[in-house]
Nanobody, 122 residues
């Protein structure tokens, strides 16, 4: 079971970028999914999260600019980043609550995807 993140890159201030993160492998269900970021010299912080029911939560700095969404059929979570700012520059990683079916046993675990770098610069 793994998470594969993509979509990072370089973007100018005020621009947009969309990150994607897909769960694959022996995935029975996917619960809460979220995006985190870590800038150089700073602690990792939650950017946005979405529950399996679609309820969302954002860090204050992302409200009104970022939108988190998910496609349950594709086991994918997205982060649409609009009007990006230099302070959004960070390594972005995704986290998901994944339930696997092993034989007749269900196991739930939290897994992390690899980071994808977002650089906002003119």
């Amino acid at each position: 079971v793994q998470l594969q993140a993509s979509g990072g890159g370089s973007v100018q201030p005020g621009g947009s970028l969309t990150l994607s993160c897909t769960a694959s492998g022996n995935v029975f269900t996917v619960g809460d999914m979220g995006w985190y970021r870590q800038a150089p010299g700073k602690q990792r912080e939650l950017v946005a999260e979405v529950t399996s029911g679609g309820r969302t939560n954002y860090v204050d700095s992302a409200k009104g600019r970022f939108t988190i969404s998910r496609d349950n059929a594709k086991k994918t979570v997205y982060l649409q980043m609009n009007n990006v700012k230099s302070e959004d520059t960070a390594d972005y990683s995704c986290k998901a609550e994944v339930t696997t079916l092993q034989g007749d046993q269900l196991h739930t675990l939290y897994i992390w995807g690899q980071g994808t770098q977002v650089t906002v610069s003119s």
